[in-house]
Nanobody, 124 residues
Framework: VQLQASGGGLVQRGGSLRLSCAASGRAVSFYYMGWFRQAPGKEREFVATIRGTGSNTGYADSAKGRFTISRDNAKNIAYLQIDSLEPEDTAIYFC??????????????????WGQGTLVTVSS
């Protein structure tokens, strides 16, 4: 599975962005997909994940309320909608995927495939 993240950019505090993760190579409905982010000088952290069918989602506590993960398996794309952006959201956002065996996976080691990342910069 190859993943291509896009949609990042420079936005002002309070703005919104929708990140996209385009997948190719295999039927993505068999894979859960997740988003992680890495801020400058910090470790990569989990943001959100969604099961292969889109039936279940999971979020980091810091992402609840402002982040929404979704997917369109017909288009082989997963999305991360981010609202009310804060400067603390500045980071490189990575999408990832792994074979769906029925669980919500929140740790990076549980993902087999990774995209290259897209940079989100939030100005104050």
């Amino acid at each position: 599975v190859q993943l291509q993240a896009s949609g990042g950019g420079l936005v002002q505090r309070g703005g919104s962005l929708r990140l996209s993760c385009a997948a190719s190579g295999r039927a993505v409905s068999f894979y859960y997909m997740g988003w992680f982010r890495q801020a400058p000088g910090k470790e990569r952290e989990f943001v959100a994940t969604i099961r292969g069918t889109g039936s279940n989602t999971g979020y980091a506590d810091s992402a609840k309320g402002r982040f929404t993960i979704s997917r369109d398996n017909a288009k082989n794309i997963a999305y991360l909608q981010i609202d009310s952006l804060e400067p603390e959201d500045t980071a490189i956002y990575f999408c990832a995927a792994g074979p769906d065996f029925g669980e919500i996976v929140r740790f990076a080691g549980g993902y087999k495939y990774w995209g290259q990342g897209t940079l989100v910069t939030v100005s104050s």
